[in-house]
Antibody, heavy 122, light 111 residues
Protein backbone atom coordinates (compact mmCIF):
# COMPACT_ATOMS: atom_id res chain seq x y z
CA UNK A 1 0.00 0.00 0.00
CA UNK A 2 1.09 3.56 -0.64
CA UNK A 3 2.81 5.15 2.35
CA UNK A 4 4.49 8.47 2.95
CA UNK A 5 6.47 8.52 6.19
CA UNK A 6 7.86 11.83 7.37
CA UNK A 7 10.67 12.68 9.75
CA UNK A 8 10.07 13.70 13.33
CA UNK A 9 9.29 16.99 14.99
CA UNK A 10 11.88 19.76 14.99
CA UNK A 11 12.55 22.79 17.15
CA UNK A 12 14.59 25.54 15.53
CA UNK A 13 15.74 29.02 16.40
CA UNK A 14 14.84 32.03 14.25
CA UNK A 15 17.15 32.34 11.28
CA UNK A 16 18.00 28.64 11.19
CA UNK A 17 17.07 26.08 8.52
CA UNK A 18 15.05 22.89 8.74
CA UNK A 19 15.03 19.88 6.43
CA UNK A 20 12.01 17.58 6.52
CA UNK A 21 12.05 14.20 4.80
CA UNK A 22 9.24 12.17 3.26
CA UNK A 23 9.98 8.52 2.47
CA UNK A 24 7.69 6.94 -0.10
CA UNK A 25 6.82 3.28 -0.49
CA UNK A 26 4.25 1.06 -2.15
CA UNK A 27 4.46 2.59 -5.64
CA UNK A 28 6.93 3.58 -8.36
CA UNK A 29 8.65 6.58 -6.82
CA UNK A 30 9.60 8.31 -10.07
CA UNK A 31 6.07 8.22 -11.46
CA UNK A 32 4.32 10.64 -9.13
CA UNK A 33 5.02 14.24 -8.17
CA UNK A 34 5.19 15.12 -4.49
CA UNK A 35 3.62 18.28 -3.10
CA UNK A 36 4.43 20.02 0.18
CA UNK A 37 1.63 21.67 2.17
CA UNK A 38 1.87 23.35 5.55
CA UNK A 39 -0.61 24.27 8.26
CA UNK A 40 0.09 26.82 10.96
CA UNK A 41 -1.56 26.25 14.35
CA UNK A 42 -5.30 26.83 14.08
CA UNK A 43 -4.96 27.91 10.45
CA UNK A 44 -5.76 26.50 7.03
CA UNK A 45 -3.74 24.59 4.48
CA UNK A 46 -1.07 26.37 2.44
CA UNK A 47 0.57 24.94 -0.67
CA UNK A 48 4.35 25.35 -0.73
CA UNK A 49 5.52 23.67 -3.89
CA UNK A 50 5.97 20.52 -5.93
CA UNK A 51 8.85 18.29 -6.99
CA UNK A 52 9.04 15.81 -9.84
CA UNK A 53 11.04 12.89 -8.43
CA UNK A 54 11.91 11.73 -11.94
CA UNK A 55 14.04 14.69 -12.99
CA UNK A 56 14.10 16.74 -9.80
CA UNK A 57 12.28 19.68 -11.38
CA UNK A 58 10.49 21.95 -8.92
CA UNK A 59 7.89 24.69 -8.75
CA UNK A 60 7.60 26.77 -5.61
CA UNK A 61 4.88 29.06 -4.34
CA UNK A 62 5.91 32.66 -4.86
CA UNK A 63 5.76 33.26 -1.11
CA UNK A 64 8.59 30.79 -0.49
CA UNK A 65 10.81 31.52 -3.48
CA UNK A 66 14.40 31.93 -2.35
CA UNK A 67 13.77 30.28 1.01
CA UNK A 68 12.66 26.77 0.10
CA UNK A 69 14.41 23.92 -1.65
CA UNK A 70 12.82 20.59 -2.54
CA UNK A 71 15.10 17.73 -3.47
CA UNK A 72 14.91 13.98 -3.84
CA UNK A 73 17.04 10.87 -3.41
CA UNK A 74 15.85 8.23 -5.84
CA UNK A 75 18.03 5.56 -4.22
CA UNK A 76 15.96 5.75 -1.03
CA UNK A 77 12.66 6.98 -2.52
CA UNK A 78 12.80 10.03 -0.31
CA UNK A 79 11.98 13.66 -0.96
CA UNK A 80 13.16 16.53 1.16
CA UNK A 81 11.87 20.01 1.88
CA UNK A 82 14.35 22.49 3.31
CA UNK A 83 13.17 25.87 4.54
CA UNK A 84 15.75 28.49 5.48
CA UNK A 85 15.63 31.82 7.29
CA UNK A 86 13.05 30.48 9.70
CA UNK A 87 10.82 32.90 11.58
CA UNK A 88 8.12 32.37 14.16
CA UNK A 89 5.44 32.48 11.44
CA UNK A 90 6.96 29.30 9.96
CA UNK A 91 5.81 27.31 12.99
CA UNK A 92 3.50 24.78 11.41
CA UNK A 93 2.84 21.16 10.57
CA UNK A 94 4.44 20.34 7.23
CA UNK A 95 2.88 17.62 5.06
CA UNK A 96 4.04 15.84 1.93
CA UNK A 97 1.29 14.60 -0.38
CA UNK A 98 1.10 12.39 -3.47
CA UNK A 99 -1.37 12.99 -6.30
CA UNK A 100 -3.88 10.45 -7.59
CA UNK A 101 -2.66 10.61 -11.17
CA UNK A 102 0.96 10.14 -12.15
CA UNK A 103 2.79 13.08 -13.73
CA UNK A 104 -0.20 15.38 -13.20
CA UNK A 105 0.16 18.65 -11.32
CA UNK A 106 -3.59 19.24 -11.20
CA UNK A 107 -4.54 15.91 -9.69
CA UNK A 108 -5.99 15.65 -6.18
CA UNK A 109 -3.76 14.73 -3.23
CA UNK A 110 -4.76 11.18 -2.49
CA UNK A 111 -2.03 10.21 -0.07
CA UNK A 112 -0.59 12.30 2.74
CA UNK A 113 2.31 11.92 5.12
CA UNK A 114 1.57 12.02 8.82
CA UNK A 115 2.90 15.56 9.13
CA UNK A 116 6.00 17.03 10.77
CA UNK A 117 5.67 19.75 13.39
CA UNK A 118 8.32 22.44 13.03
CA UNK A 119 8.48 24.89 15.91
CA UNK A 120 10.46 28.09 15.53
CA UNK A 121 11.24 29.69 18.85
CA UNK A 122 14.08 31.54 20.48
CA UNK B 1 -5.96 35.53 2.70
CA UNK B 2 -6.85 32.33 0.86
CA UNK B 3 -7.22 32.29 -2.91
CA UNK B 4 -10.43 30.25 -2.68
CA UNK B 5 -13.22 31.59 -0.46
CA UNK B 6 -15.16 29.39 1.94
CA UNK B 7 -17.46 30.28 4.83
CA UNK B 8 -15.52 29.88 8.09
CA UNK B 9 -18.26 27.84 9.72
CA UNK B 10 -21.32 25.73 9.04
CA UNK B 11 -23.61 23.70 11.24
CA UNK B 12 -26.49 21.27 11.18
CA UNK B 13 -28.34 18.73 13.24
CA UNK B 14 -28.06 14.96 12.77
CA UNK B 15 -29.87 13.83 9.64
CA UNK B 16 -29.86 17.27 8.06
CA UNK B 17 -28.28 18.25 4.75
CA UNK B 18 -25.61 20.93 4.76
CA UNK B 19 -23.70 22.56 1.94
CA UNK B 20 -20.34 24.31 1.94
CA UNK B 21 -19.50 26.75 -0.83
CA UNK B 22 -16.15 27.49 -2.44
CA UNK B 23 -15.63 30.50 -4.66
CA UNK B 24 -12.67 31.06 -6.94
CA UNK B 25 -11.76 32.61 -10.25
CA UNK B 26 -11.20 31.79 -13.90
CA UNK B 27 -7.57 30.77 -13.33
CA UNK B 28 -8.36 28.12 -10.71
CA UNK B 29 -11.89 26.71 -10.39
CA UNK B 30 -12.82 28.12 -13.78
CA UNK B 31 -10.02 26.17 -15.48
CA UNK B 32 -9.37 23.12 -13.31
CA UNK B 33 -11.16 20.53 -11.27
CA UNK B 34 -12.02 20.99 -7.60
CA UNK B 35 -11.12 18.65 -4.78
CA UNK B 36 -12.41 18.54 -1.22
CA UNK B 37 -10.59 17.39 1.89
CA UNK B 38 -11.84 16.51 5.35
CA UNK B 39 -9.58 17.07 8.33
CA UNK B 40 -10.29 15.70 11.77
CA UNK B 41 -8.47 17.31 14.72
CA UNK B 42 -4.83 16.31 14.92
CA UNK B 43 -4.83 14.31 11.70
CA UNK B 44 -3.69 14.79 8.13
CA UNK B 45 -6.31 15.87 5.59
CA UNK B 46 -8.22 13.10 3.84
CA UNK B 47 -9.45 13.27 0.25
CA UNK B 48 -13.23 13.41 0.18
CA UNK B 49 -14.12 14.45 -3.38
CA UNK B 50 -11.93 14.68 -6.48
CA UNK B 51 -12.55 15.90 -10.03
CA UNK B 52 -15.47 18.06 -8.82
CA UNK B 53 -17.82 15.21 -7.98
CA UNK B 54 -16.00 11.87 -7.71
CA UNK B 55 -15.78 9.95 -4.45
CA UNK B 56 -12.72 7.86 -3.62
CA UNK B 57 -13.35 4.32 -2.57
CA UNK B 58 -14.62 4.19 0.99
CA UNK B 59 -16.19 7.66 1.10
CA UNK B 60 -19.93 7.37 1.83
CA UNK B 61 -22.34 8.54 -0.86
CA UNK B 62 -23.70 11.04 1.68
CA UNK B 63 -20.89 13.27 0.44
CA UNK B 64 -21.28 14.87 -2.98
CA UNK B 65 -19.60 17.67 -4.89
CA UNK B 66 -20.54 19.97 -7.72
CA UNK B 67 -19.01 22.78 -9.73
CA UNK B 68 -20.41 25.57 -11.84
CA UNK B 69 -18.28 28.22 -13.46
CA UNK B 70 -15.90 29.59 -10.84
CA UNK B 71 -17.70 28.13 -7.83
CA UNK B 72 -18.03 24.72 -6.26
CA UNK B 73 -19.88 23.21 -3.38
CA UNK B 74 -19.76 20.21 -1.09
CA UNK B 75 -22.99 18.71 0.17
CA UNK B 76 -23.34 16.36 3.11
CA UNK B 77 -26.67 14.65 3.53
CA UNK B 78 -27.84 12.60 6.49
CA UNK B 79 -25.44 14.51 8.74
CA UNK B 80 -23.74 12.40 11.40
CA UNK B 81 -21.78 13.37 14.49
CA UNK B 82 -18.58 11.96 13.00
CA UNK B 83 -18.86 14.47 10.15
CA UNK B 84 -17.80 17.21 12.56
CA UNK B 85 -14.49 18.34 11.05
CA UNK B 86 -12.77 21.00 8.97
CA UNK B 87 -13.43 20.93 5.22
CA UNK B 88 -11.16 22.44 2.59
CA UNK B 89 -11.68 22.98 -1.12
CA UNK B 90 -8.64 22.98 -3.39
CA UNK B 91 -7.73 23.41 -7.01
CA UNK B 92 -4.78 24.06 -9.29
CA UNK B 93 -4.31 27.69 -10.29
CA UNK B 94 -2.82 28.45 -13.69
CA UNK B 95 -1.46 31.87 -12.69
CA UNK B 96 2.08 32.59 -11.44
CA UNK B 97 3.57 29.61 -13.31
CA UNK B 98 1.04 27.31 -11.67
CA UNK B 99 0.35 26.72 -8.01
CA UNK B 100 -1.91 24.77 -5.71
CA UNK B 101 -4.55 26.82 -3.91
CA UNK B 102 -6.83 26.06 -0.99
CA UNK B 103 -9.88 27.59 0.59
CA UNK B 104 -9.54 28.89 4.12
CA UNK B 105 -11.48 25.95 5.48
CA UNK B 106 -14.96 25.52 6.93
CA UNK B 107 -15.47 24.15 10.42
CA UNK B 108 -18.58 21.99 10.43
CA UNK B 109 -20.35 21.61 13.74
CA UNK B 110 -22.98 18.92 14.28
CA UNK B 111 -25.38 20.32 16.85
Amino acid sequence: QVQLVQSGAEVKKPGASVKVSCKASGYTFNSYFIHWVRQAPGQGLEWMGIINPSGGGTTYAQKFQGRVAMTRDTSTSTVYMELSGLRSEDTAVYYCARPRISVSVTSSFDYWGQGTLVTVSS
Amino acid sequence: QSVLTQPPSASGTPGQRVTISCSGSRSNIGSNTVNWYQQLPGTAPKLLIYNNNQRPSGVPDRFSGSKSGTSASLAISGLQSEDEADYYCAAWDDSLNGRGVFGGGTKLTVL
